[in-house]
């Protein structure tokens, strides 16, 4: 079975800057690339989208964190990047990647993360 694996959280003080990285592995070692989005959730929150990159390597990126947060992928090895910088206390939340695989892929599978936690103290 795939997965994915976030790492790089920690706690931060307000201004600081942390990365995140979502490392993917296909079921059976099959050969995929994936596409993937980062979301968060905050204690008696939905979880929220954050900032994703799609098959173009477009970026696309919530609002309150344009500007702050730079997304970035390697497809071909299955890996993705969060930089975080100018954190606020409000960003604190376990962050999660989705891999979504390319439509050539054998793989069908949709991986998400077992979340990161991100603590940013004020």
């Known amino acids: 079975q795939g997965h994915a694996v976030e790492s790089g959280g920690g706690l931060v003080q307000t201004g600081g800057s942390l990365r995140l990285s979502c490392a993917v592995s296909?079921?059976?070692?099959?050969?995929?690339?994936?596409?993937v989005t980062w979301f968060r959730q905050s204690p008696g929150k939905q979880r929220e989208f954050v900032a994703g990159m799609n098959y173009e390597d477009r970026a696309r990126y919530a609002e309150d964190v344009s500007g702050r947060f730079t997304v970035s992928q390697n497809a071909a090895k299955n890996m993705s990047h969060l930089q975080m910088n100018s954190l606020k206390p409000e960003d604190t939340a376990i962050y999660y990647c989705?891999?979504?695989?390319?439509?050539?892929?054998?793989?069908?599978?949709?991986?998400w993360g077992q979340g990161t936690q991100v603590t940013v103290s004020s």
């Open positions: 296909s079921s059976g070692g099959t050969a995929c690339w994936y596409d």
């Open positions: 989705k891999a979504d695989p390319r439509s050539w892929c054998y793989d069908r599978n949709t991986y």
